[in-house]
């Protein structure tokens, strides 16, 4: 999966700007499903038909960013956020744009801590005119992609949210065995209030609805309020702020995970959301959950993941399609 995952983590796309993405993965999956499609909204669908339950399996292929909102005279390119921006992070990182344009971001005030309205990109341009020729209102940044392996079956780099969700939805899709009608669907805009999932789930009406995300981790990220761990297993998330799972639909993840012997959390969330939120309440409603792959330090420039948790999500997410 290594190699995947790295394309995935390479490619920038940003929320409502994810069609580079798509088609990477529309190419992955295409040879393994029954049927590929793309919707009004952008999301990436691939079914896999059966005569069972209808089990939409959802991760979102945006990430989060900047949109170029002007340009100064001095040639300094005001940007606003895309999704939940660490600017304490974010700052003085290298950038580059959809067109493969690199810069800094910066801010006005190097004394205090960086505030949003005080960001800026300086591509190294002296004069608006310069940097016109490179740049234009509406075109989008994101902190260079990465995927560094350090000790143990660590990586980090950015953005493991959600590329690595995306990464395990294409890897099942090739190993699910299932009489089980089945959706993987690749999602847009999801940091930016879960928009893409919305129309998708309507048109599926699913039965079960089950989101593979991130999800923040105690020992590295300091909440006590948590109880997660990089390597102790993906999670099957209980509850966040956005969504209560289905304590029946719970139930049968944890009993299907201990029968495979696959290692797995109990997570609840004391922030953020997912998909699963939507899919909950869209349409009939549908029974939901989240598959989890703990990352430490969420939407910054050095997001971190543990393998080990990354497999067990794996097996999970296939054990599910095939025995729910």
Partial sequence: MIDLIKKLMLTPSVSGREEKI???????????????YTDNMGNLIARKKGNGKKIMFCAHMDEIGFFVTGIGSN????????????ALSATFQDVISENGVCGILATNSSK??????????????????QAEKKVQIGDF????????????????????????????????IKQVNSDNDLYFVFSVQEEVGSRGSKPATFAIAPDIGIALDVTATAEKD??????????????????????ISSPELVKEMRKIAENEKIKYQNEILPFGGTDASVMQIAGKGARVSVISIPSSFIHTSCEMIDMGDVKEALKLTVALANKL
């Fill in 22 to 36: 798509r088609e990477v993965i529309k190419n992955e999956v295409l040879p393994y499903a029954d049927e590929v």
């Fill in 75 to 86: 040639g300094n390119i005001n940007v606003s956020p895309v999704g939940g921006i660490n």
């Fill in 112 to 129: 205090e801590l960086p505030k949003y309205e005080k960001l800026y990109i300086d591509i190294g341009a002296k004069t608006k005119k």
């Fill in 141 to 172: 940044f994101v902190c260079v992609p990465k995927f560094k392996k350090l000790l143990n079956q660590r990586y980090v780099g950015r953005p493991f949210d959600d590329r690595i969700g995306c990464a395990i939805l294409c890897e099942a």
């Fill in 222 to 243: 300091g909440d006590s309020s948590m109880d997660v761990k990089l390597g102790a297993g993906c999670t099957i998330k209980i509850k966040d702020p956005s969504v």
